[in-house]
């Protein structure tokens, strides 16, 4: 198990950029690193995932092109940097970690993390 905590949301005008974080209290070698978010009055839904090399991800469409995840597993840190923000962009963005040694596709799911942080807030102005 790990804990884990979501950083670097906040408040920004479209066409910007942020670049979230997340913090693992232990090792995150043997976990796939996802990023999901939650808009209000939607469901969360799935954003990113990285495979526990980093060598494999996977982006919904709707974030391809713009959204780039990575690790850093000598930190136990993953990133979100997230590019030509738009007001649809607005959410709570979740970190999850989940055992495993598959293919980043494996990980579009929510049921195949059995961690989560608490979520940082991104919302974006137009």
């Known amino acids: 198990q790990v804990q884990l905590v979501e950083s670097g949301g906040g408040l920004v005008q479209a066409g910007g950029s942020l670049r979230l974080s997340c913090a693992a209290s232990g090792r995150i070698s043997t976990y796939a690193m996802g990023w999901f978010r939650q808009a209000p009055g939607k469901e969360r839904e799935f954003a990113a995932a990285i495979s526990w090399s980093g060598d494999s991800t996977t982006y919904a469409d709707s974030v391809k092109g713009r959204f780039t995840i990575s690790r850093d597993n000598a930190k136990n840190t993953v990133y979100l940097q997230i590019n030509s923000l738009k007001p649809e962009d607005t959410a709570v963005y979740y970190c999850?970690?989940?055992?495993?040694?598959?293919?980043?596709?494996?990980?579009?799911?929510?049921?195949?993390?059995?961690?989560w942080g608490q979520g940082t807030q991104v919302t974006v102005s137009s």
């Open positions: 999850a970690a989940g055992r495993g040694y598959s293919t980043s596709s494996y990980y579009r799911y929510d049921y195949r993390y059995e961690n």
